[in-house]
C-alpha cells in the first residue's frame, strides 16, 4: 500500500509499518503552533484491511477531540462515510477494509482549490454578483471576495459573512456552499427578499495558504488570523488586514464567522456578551437572530457552547468581538462539530458535508430576521 499526501491540504507523515499497522504522525503547522488537522490517500489492493496509528494524537492541539471521533473516509471524494476508530489516550487507531484501489482519509471533509474555484464559478453566474480580491496572502493566493445584492448602494444595510480562518475547519466553506446555493437561488422568497434589502458580503475562505498546506489554525507566517482582528498587518495578517479595510470602508450591520469547534459535539453560537459596548440592544439582536436559527435547521441549539465572557473581558482580537465592539451592531461566531451533533447522531456519516450545507441554507431566514432588527433599532 501506497501512502500519500502531496494534495492541496495534506497532513500525514508515515515513519513505519508494526504488525501490519501504519505508524503516522500528524506534522504541525507553519512555524509549529498547532497541529491536528490531517489528510491522505492510500493506494492498494480493494477488500484488504487497512491499518493505521496516528501515534503523536496525544501530542496534538486538542487530544480531547479523539474521545469518541471517528476518522472520515471516501472513494470519490464526493460521498465520506465514518470508519472504525479508537483512541487509547495516546494515539488514535483506525481501520477500513476499502472498496476501491484509492481511498482518501482525513480529519473532516476537506474543501480543496477545486471545490472552492467551482464555487467562486457557480457563484458569479449569477446575474448582480461580483468578486474581487481583498488580498493576497503570504505565498500569493488570493482572497476572494463575492459581492450580492445592494453593494453598490451606500444607504442599503451590510451583511458580511466569512468563513474559514481556522483552514482545517473545512466544514466552514462547506457551510459556505450551502449559503450561497440558498442566497442565489431565485425560486427561495427569502433569499430574493435578503437579496433585495442588503448590501452582501461574503468571504468563502480567509486562509487559502493554510487551506493549502494542511494546517488546523494558522496561515502561511504560522499566524492565528482571528486573534489578528484589533492589529493585523499586512505582513503578518494580510488576510484580516484586507478585510478589515474593506469591512471599515463599507460599514457593517450584521457579521457572521463560520467555524468548526474540535472537542463540542453541538452546533451553537459564541456571542459578544464580553464585549465593553455590549447593552440590552445587542442582547435583544443576539436573541433574534438565535431564535430564528432554532426554528430553521433542527442541528442547530443554543444550550451547550462555550462559556460566555465577562462584562468587558472579551478578546477584541478575535473577529466577532472586534465587529460587535467596533459596529455597536450584532457578530456572531457559528461553530459545527467534526466528529457528529450528539443531538442528533449518525451513524455512518457523523456531521457531514451534506449537514453544513444544510446548515448552510437554514441561515437565510436568521440573517434576515437579524437585519430587520437592526433597522428597527
Not at 444595510?157 to 456552499?177: C, N
Not at 469547534?261 to 455590549?278: H, I, M, N, W
Request: glycine fraction near 6%.
Amino acid at each position: 500500500m501506497h501512502i500519500d499526501a502531496s494534495h492541496h491540504g495534506g497532513n500525514i507523515q508515515l515513519f513505519g509499518v508494526r504488525d501490519d499497522t501504519h505508524l503516522l504522525k500528524i506534522r504541525w503547522d507553519s512555524r509549529g503552533q498547532f497541529r491536528q488537522w490531517f489528510s491522505f490517500r492510500t493506494t492498494g489492493s480493494p477488500g484488504e484491511v487497512q491499518r493505521f496509528s496516528i501515534v503523536n494524537a496525544s501530542r496534538c492541539s486538542y487530544p480531547k477531540a479523539w474521545e469518541n471521533y471517528r476518522v472520515v473516509a471516501s472513494h470519490d471524494r464526493e460521498h465520506w462515510f465514518r470508519v472504525t476508530t479508537s483512541y487509547d489516550g495516546q494515539a488514535l487507531h483506525f481501520e477500513h477494509a476499502p472498496t476501491a484501489a484509492v481511498t482518501w482519509y482525513a480529519y473532516f471533509a476537506p474543501f480543496d482549490e477545486h471545490q472552492h474555484a467551482q464555487l467562486l464559478a457557480d457563484a458569479c453566474k449569477h446575474e448582480g454578483v461580483q468578486a474581487e480580491v481583498v488580498a493576497t496572502t503570504p505565498d500569493g493566493r488570493p482572497v476572494d471576495l463575492l459581492k450580492i445584492g445592494r453593494y453598490d448602494e451606500p444607504s442599503a444595510p451590510v451583511l458580511w459573512v466569512i468563513a474559514r480562518q481556522h483552514p482545517g475547519e473545512t466544514m466552514a466553506e462547506h457551510w459556505m456552499q450551502g449559503f450561497l446555493d440558498a442566497l442565489l437561488d431565485d425560486d427561495h422568497e427569502t433569499s430574493r427578499m435578503l437579496r433585495t434589502e442588503a448590501a452582501i458580503y461574503v468571504v468563502p475562505n480567509m486562509n487559502p495558504d493554510g487551506s493549502a498546506r494542511g494546517n488546523l489554525r494558522t496561515n502561511a507566517n504560522g499566524v492565528n488570523l482571528n486573534r489578528e482582528w484589533s492589529h493585523p498587518t499586512e505582513h503578518d495578517s494580510p488576510e484580516v488586514h484586507g478585510v478589515r479595510a474593506r469591512m471599515l470602508s463599507t460599514g457593517c450591520h450584521v457579521f457572521l464567522d463560520v467555524h468548526g469547534d474540535e472537542e463540542l459535539p453541538y452546533v451553537f453560537l459564541s456571542a459578544a456578551e464580553g464585549v465593553p459596548s455590549f447593552d440590552d440592544r445587542l442582547g435583544h439582536l443576539q436573541k433574534v437572530f438565535s431564535d430564528a436559527y432554532l426554528q430553521a435547521s433542527p442541528d442547530f441549539q443554543d444550550v451547550h457552547g462555550y462559556k460566555k465572557d465577562a462584562p468587558g473581558q472579551a478578546n477584541l482580537s478575535i473577529a466577532s468581538n472586534w465587529a460587535a465592539e467596533h459596529f455597536r451592531t450584532l457578530a456572531v461566531t457559528l461553530e459545527m462539530p467534526f466528529s457528529d451533533n450528539a443531538n442528533a447522531p449518525d451513524a455512518e456519516v457523523g456531521w457531514s458535508p451534506a449537514r453544513c450545507r444544510e446548515l448552510g441554507a437554514a441561515a437565510i431566514n436568521p440573517l434576515l430576521a437579524a437585519l430587520k432588527a437592526v433597522n428597527e433599532g
